[in-house]
């Protein structure tokens, strides 16, 4: 499933502009109210400045010479036709409630348990979502999680926006399997701008799962991931949210990802990053309800000149809320990381409870792993931690595994995954096939 002159695709002229904004819309076959949206970030766009960041530089991704969209492909005749890259991924998760399938900027699978469906669960790409649902769509997508004006990359989203996935769990409904979205990309240069909405209403219960991934050469020009995640948890509701990519080592990755929680929700979001040239993320938890609990993890394994970026916002607005942050990373290589994480608490977030911390174990002499945790308190009667380690692999632990008669790389291999220990142990059971599924992918990149 490659891309080559036999498959005679006509592409969309290469950068962004206001007719492939209407090509893409008309394409879609979107009603009006859509194209305004669409009309509004691109004015956002062209207004805003590019965001400045100093540690994590995008300068070299060539803009103009990025393919804004790509047109539908057909759909999958069955799901054996995938490369064993996706089927690896997609074993991890086991039985599904229901799964998406996009390839590059569209979805070519979707299936949902009847079960499921009957008990009034919508789940659907983006795009059927707008035709099918609009209400809900036009109500929260990019409206109050993550608006159009948050910066100018979230508003380029806004814009061309294409493919995405929709996910709304009605009052106290429970759904005990995950929802499983996958987007590979195979097109070199191609600009995907997924987006990811997904509302619990009041008392629910659900898990979803967000997978990216590249399928071609490494070497191949660069490629762009611009996706926007916005997820609205109702009072009582419970989300169990993984976010994963393994992106190839040409692709740009800056994503906006935000969470709404209202009084007495439960988030539990798991980030895993391996891939991508440059990735960067805003991962912000926003407890607005009292009673809130969000825990928040994330896992991160760079090589080479990978750089991988996190700003994490743990904002505490209401009152007796908890939030507990664990992120932690391996570098290899030369890669770099950069983790910027604050805690906040606004002046009638009484009785907050919030923990923060930022692991980095250095693999390389080369490698640099830089952590800003950073407390924002205006409350007085609160819990707020946070702190942050950078260390290298302790040789005396080397030496007494290779005493044993365990060969180095598997000793520095234990030490690795002895590391990663807790974020592992925050994984559920039903998850247990995405923990094998990330030993794996420590033992791969120890071995290169």
């Known amino acids: 499933m490659t891309y080559g002159p036999e498959t005679r695709i006509r592409l969309p002229e290469r950068g962004f502009s206001r007719k492939a904004l209407e090509t893409l819309s008309a394409d879609r076959g979107e009603p009006k109210w859509v194209l305004e949206r669409r009309y509004e970030g691109w004015n956002h766009y062209q207004e805003l400045e590019a965001p400045f960041w100093r540690r994590t530089d995008v300068g070299k991704l060539k803009w103009e010479e990025l393919i804004p969209y790509a047109p539908p492909q057909a759909a999958l005749d069955g799901l054996e036709a995938l490369p064993p890259k996706l089927h690896d991924a997609l074993a991890a998760y086991g039985k599904r409630a229901g799964l998406l399938l996009q390839r590059d900027s569209a979805s070519v699978h979707l299936d949902l348990a009847e079960e499921v469906r009957s008990q009034g669960v919508i789940w659907t790409d983006m795009h059927t979502a707008v035709r099918d649902h609009p209400d809900l769509v036009a109500k929260f997508f990019m409206q109050e999680a993550v608006p159009v004006t948050t910066d100018k990359y979230a508003a380029l989203h806004a814009a061309f926006w294409s493919g995405g996935t929709f996910l709304y769990v009605p009052k106290n409904v429970t759904v005990d399997l995950p929802f499983v979205s996958v987007l590979w990309q195979e097109m070199p240069q191609l600009a995907v701008f997924p987006p990811t909405l997904l509302v619990a209403d009041r008392g629910s219960q659900v898990t979803l799962v967000s997978d990216l991934l590249s399928m ?8 762009y991931v611009g996706g926007v995640t916005e997820l609205y948890l109702g009072a009582a509701a419970r989300v169990r949210f ?6 190839g080592k040409q692709v740009y990755d800056l994503r906006s990802q935000t969470a709404l929680l209202e009084r007495d929700s439960y988030l539990e979001w798991l980030t895993v990053a391996l891939g991508g040239r440059v990735s960067r993320s805003t991962q912000h938890s926003v407890l607005r309800g009292p009673g809130a609990e969000a825990v928040v993890t994330g896992l991160y394994l760079p090589d080479g000149r990978q750089h991988i970026a996190f700003d994490t916002l743990q904002d505490h607005v209401a009152a007796g809320c908890t939030s507990d942050l664990l992120y932690q990373g391996a570098l290899l290589g030369k890669s770099r990381s950069v983790y910027e994480g604050t805690i906040r608490a606004w002046p009638d977030a009484q009785k907050t409870n919030a ?25 007085n009667d609160l819990r707020c931690t946070h702190g942050a380690t950078v260390s290298q692999v302790d040789d005396q632990q080397v030496f007494y595994l290779m005493s044993r008669g365990i060969p180095r790389a598997d000793a520095v291999r234990l030490i690795v995954e002895g590391f990663f220990q807790p974020s592992l142990d925050r994984l559920p059971k039903t998850l247990e096939g995405l923990r094998g599924r990330l030993v794996e992918a420590i033992a791969e990149k120890l071995w290169e």
């Open 216 to 223: 071609g050469c490494d070497g191949c020009p660069n490629t």
């Open 242 to 247: 993984v976010s994963a990519q393994d992106l």
């Open 355 to 379: 923990y923060q911390s930022n692991r980095n174990l250095l693999l390389s002499k080369k490698a640099r792993a830089d952590s800003l945790p950073r407390l924002e308190i205006e409350a």
